[in-house]
């Protein structure tokens, strides 16, 4: 069992847990994510690791409420215990190589892009931050991207906080002015690292997006996670999650998440009714 | 004596009842009812105890075959299963999937008159008797780590830890079994059947650390080096898909067999919404393969109410690799058989869902090297036909992730372990057996190589001991 010794809301259904794994904490690394099954009926959900502390022994997860899952995740509190984590999975990112980089999160993004730049930041590099969300309350850990990018923009797309817009406005600016960088990392909903990485191909400044495809097991036995990256097909969770953002196919990732539509209804409207459903599932 | 008993072989082979097809497509109960005590005992006296038994050479575990029959036929149905508790540690397991038809049953004497001794139902009799008691061995001998707790594993583990050592079994999935959960359907072999069997072997005392990915969380050379084990056993089997590589292929609906079958045995999909993990049916399937993984998929799809389940094979039904058994089952439930047909392309619609496949058909032409006549394209025949499912059932390759981190382990072209006959492999202290190193095989074979390993590693470590 993996134990939940804090949990924050960030914002309006975001939630930050710190969970007891020290085996985890110990080998984790910048671009790791993890598997977790809340409870024995739940399904394997893969959630970036967000930060780690060796000493103490801890890993961080920040959760969004999109569906049945996560939320079931959101609901454990302080105190309670995950059934089961699987980690670290998936390849650490390269950061030793850049001296200058700007990164770019969309939304939930900031959270799994928070442990890149950190990375990249102790390796020596200038990191420009760009942090995007729908409103201003919805922006995650502003002030720890404040203190270590050489400077941070923040755009919404009401305009409640930073430039009115979407992220790649502010990226397009920037690049007009100087487009002396090593790279981009960029991630977010796949629409956004698909509008990133069309803006970067014209400047031709490799991008790195993250992908949250659909996953089963997360160690490539299921093909489940495929992505066609340069024609070729990638299993996200043993060759990525981190791929060239100008070589993947964006129009098929994001037809492939739709799959299970349907089944999201379903387990909605399974559970509509209060019969205690996810209190009796934990 | 003698001739009394050659009369009563000249019966013919106890029958097994097995649920009707009819209804067993519409649920995951198990298929195949195992003997009662009055027919296990009928079957039990047709083996003809043999003074050289021919049938054991069959068993790559080496079960004293005739004599656990013969305490069947006298109805010590506890002493049967100690018998083969003593050479094999998953009994309900084998009794149930082993290829008995290729190996114990192929070589019993009676074979030659159609009518071999049931060996593999008697087996399955047996194993539901016999003590619960397991007295844990003294553990004083060493350290022993093993990697994978699918059949190959757990056979080391159990066997290393009757010996005396302190075993330590890493898995990566949130459940041991390795194949027998995640692959092998309910209805072929009850998760709960798999899971006694190895709650026995942990009353050996045998510590399983489920979520735990060797080559990511820790390495071989860390648990030799640092957590002081003297010797590891490899047993990661065949778990990752194929795929041909086709237009489409990554249409929503084509799934790989291994992530259906994952979905619905080891998530439990078929009780979706009870169980979270989603798992799309369509209403007309196409599966890919002729193997065991084939047949499973297409009865699966079937079960989760599909209307038509269909298998797409490039050669002949004599050539399918599948079980008889499982074949049989197959048509007997109504899948439909597209023989001499190889899918060439998939085709989708605008939302990027399956609408159906292109193949073309096949003729069989000279044996190949695997003896089987090779299928070969009929030029110009391709022709399309419905399916919103596509099920790749073509094979398994090796799990690389823990020898990505090893790479002292040598590997063939193929990506398996290269090991001797005994499984050591190319570094010292580590062996491997099962999958991970003769490819997709069977549960027996793999349980066979972990046996050998259990006694390679126990004279590596007393060699070592000694100097
Ligand atoms: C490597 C990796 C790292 C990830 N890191 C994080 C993280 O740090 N924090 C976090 O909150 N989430 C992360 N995700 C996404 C997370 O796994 C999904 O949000 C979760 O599986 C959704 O499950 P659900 O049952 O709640 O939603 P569902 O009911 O399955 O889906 C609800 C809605 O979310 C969409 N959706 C489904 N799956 C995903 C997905 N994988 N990504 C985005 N949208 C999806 C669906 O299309 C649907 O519209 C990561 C995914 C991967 C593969
Ligand atoms: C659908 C299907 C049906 C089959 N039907 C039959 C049948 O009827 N009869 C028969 O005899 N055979 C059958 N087989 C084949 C048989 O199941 C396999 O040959 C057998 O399971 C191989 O055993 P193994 O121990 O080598 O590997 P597996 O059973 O594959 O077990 C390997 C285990 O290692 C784990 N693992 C992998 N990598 C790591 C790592 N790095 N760290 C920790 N753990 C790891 C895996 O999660 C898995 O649990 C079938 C196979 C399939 C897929
Ligand atoms: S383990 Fe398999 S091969 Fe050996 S006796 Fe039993 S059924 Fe036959
Ligand atoms: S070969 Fe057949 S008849 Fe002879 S002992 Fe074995 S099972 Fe019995
Ligand atoms: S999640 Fe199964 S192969 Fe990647």
Wanted: glycine share 10%; aromatic share 6%.
């Amino acid at each position: 069992m993996y134990e939940i010794v804090e949990k924050n809301k960030l914002a309006p259904e975001i939630f930050h847990f710190e969970v007891k794994a020290p085996e985890i904490a110990a080998k984790a690394q910048a671009g790791h994510f993890l598997i977790l099954r809340a409870v024995e009926k739940a399904e394997r959900i893969p959630l970036t690791i967000a930060d780690y502390d060796r000493e103490q022994g801890t890993i961080d997860i920040v959760v969004q409420e999109v569906g049945y899952s996560s939320q079931q995740i959101c609901d454990f509190e302080e105190g309670e215990a995950f059934l089961d984590v699987v980690a670290p999975l998936g390849n650490p990112i390269e950061t030793e190589d850049y001296d200058r980089v700007i990164c770019v999160a969309g939304g939930l993004g900031a959270a799994p892009l928070y442990p890149k730049v950190k990375s990249l930041v102790d390796h020596g590099a200038e990191v420009t931050t760009i942090l995007g969300a729908q409103r201003a309350e919805k922006l995650i850990w502003e002030d720890r991207f404040a203190d270590l990018s050489e400077d941070l923009y923040i755009a919404t797309d009401d305009g409640s906080r930073g430039t009115e817009g979407f992220v790649t406005n502010v990226l397009e600016e920037l690049l007009s002015e100087d487009n002396d960088y090593d790279a981009v990392i960029a991630i977010g909903p796949m629409i956004m690292m698909q509008a990133v990485s069309d803006l970067t191909a014209e400047y031709d400044l490799k991008t790195i997006v993250s992908l949250n495809t659909l996953m089963v097991d997360g160690t490539g036995m299921c093909g489940g996670c495929r992505v066609t990256v340069g024609e070729e097909t990638k299993f996200a969770c043993v060759d990525g999650p981190a791929f060239d953002g100008h070589e993947v196919d964006f129009e098929e990732q994001r037809r492939r998440k739709k799959f299970y539509e349907e089944h999201e209804e379903e387990i909605e409207e399974h559970h509509v009714g209060g019969e205690g459903c996810r209190v009796q599932a934990k | 004596m003698l001739e009394v008993k050659a009369v009563v072989s000249k019966q013919s082979r106890t029958e097994m009842e097995e649920l009707d097809p009819r209804v067993r497509v519409n649920n995951f109960a198990e298929v195949a009812q195992g003997y009662t005590p009055e027919q296990a005992v009928k079957e039990a006296k047709r083996c003809l105890q043999c003074a050289d038994p021919k049938c054991m050479e069959g068993c790559p575990v080496q079960i004293d075959i005739p004599d656990f029959i013969e305490l069947i036929a006298e109805e010590k149905f506890d002493a049967a299963a100690e018998k083969i508790k003593e050479k094999n540690n998953l009994p309900a397991i084998c009794g149930r999937v082993c290829p008995q038809e290729d190996q114990c049953e192929l070589k019993c004497v009676l074979e030659s008159t159609g009518e071999p001794i049931a060996i593999g139902r008697l087996e399955r009799f047996a194993a539901n008797y016999g003590e619960d008691e397991v007295t844990k061995p003294v553990q004083d001998k060493g350290k022993v780590a093993v990697v994978g707790a699918g059949p190959a594993g757990l056979t080391a583990a159990a066997d290393l830890a009757k010996m005396g050592y302190k075993v330590t079994v890493f898995e990566s999935f949130h459940e041991a079994g390795g194949v027998l959960k995640y692959g092998i359907p309910e209805f072929r072999l009850p998760k709960e059947v798999v899971q006694e069997e190895i709650d026995q072997i942990k009353k050996l005392g045998v510590e399983i650390q489920l979520n735990k990915v060797v080559g990511k969380i820790k390495s071989v050379d860390e648990l030799m080096e640092q957590e002081g084990y003297q010797a590891v056993f490899v047993g990661t089997g065949a778990g990752l898909p194929k795929f041909l590589g086709l237009e489409g292929e990554n249409l929503n609906g084509v799934y790989s067999a291994n992530e259906f079958l994952t979905r619905v045995n080891l998530m439990k999909a078929y009780k979706f919404p009870e169980y979270k993990t989603p798992v799309y049916v369509g209403n007309k399937v196409a599966v890919i393969g002729g193997g065991n993984v084939a047949m499973d998929a297409a009865r699966t799809a079937l079960r989760l109410g599909a209307e038509e389940s269909m298998i797409v094979y490039r050669r002949s039904r004599e050539q399918m690799p599948a079980r008889e058994e499982e074949i049989e089952h197959a048509e007997e439930e109504g899948i439909q058989f597209q023989l001499l047909r190889n899918p060439t392309k998939i085709l989708g619609n605008e939302d990027g869902f399956v609408t159906g496949l292109e193949c073309i058909k096949m003729e069989l032409g000279e044996p190949d090297d695997s003896g089987r006549r090779r299928p070969i394209a009929i030029e110009g025949s391709e022709f399309e036909m419905d399916a919103d499912m596509v099920i790749m059932a073509i094979g398994q390759n090796p799990n690389p992730i823990l020898l990505d981190d090893s790479p002292e382990i040598e590997t063939t072209d193929w990506g398996t372990i290269k090991t001797d006959e005994v499984g050591q492999t190319t570094k010292e202290g580590v062996f491997a057996g099962g999958d991970i190193v003769t490819g997709a095989a069977t549960v027996i074979e793999a349980m066979g190589a972990g046996k050998d390993a259990a006694e390679a590693i126990d004279e590596y470590i007393q060699s070592k001991d000694d100097n």
